[in-house]
Nanobody, 126 residues
Framework: QVQLVESGGGSVQVGSSLTLSCAAS????????MAWFRQAPGKEREGVAS???????AYADSIKGRFTISQDNAKNTLYLHMNNLKPEDTAMYYC????????????????????WGQGTQVTVSS
């Protein structure tokens, strides 16, 4: 069955770095576009970063220049490299997958994704 398993979250200080990983299985990874979403307490889930099957990336304005999304197709693994973390980055981070192609303008919208992981918590304290 399809599985997306996130790891790498934790509690860190402001200005720290973390790398999240998402191990995918149960589907043909190279045919899917992938993304990271996050949800803070009391807030809606928001798209953070995405990468499509052509390795084209998209980022939310709030994290541009600090976060980088990457993937290793040989390992079926998605990454989110997060630098200069801020308290407002505190959230549960989710990995998501969608099949085929999607308009770049929709890559950070939840509706385009069919598979979701359980999430990994990132807490940034000052």
């Amino acid at each position: 069955q399809v599985q997306l398993v996130e790891s790498g979250g934790g509690s860190v200080q402001v200005g720290s770095s973390l790398t999240l990983s998402c191990a995918a299985s149960g589907f043909t990874y190279k045919h899917y576009y992938m993304a990271w979403f996050r949800q803070a307490p009391g807030k809606e889930r928001e798209g953070v970063a995405s990468v499509d099957t052509q390795n084209t990336t998209a980022y939310a304005d709030s994290i541009k220049g600090r976060f980088t999304i990457s993937q290793d197709n040989a390992k079926n693994t998605l990454y989110l490299h997060m630098n200069n973390l801020k308290p407002e980055d505190t959230a549960m981070y989710y990995c998501a997958a969608g099949e085929g192609r999607l308009s770049r303008s929709l890559l950070l919208h939840q509706s385009g994704y069919i598979y979701w992981g359980q999430g990994t918590q990132v807490t940034v304290s000052s």
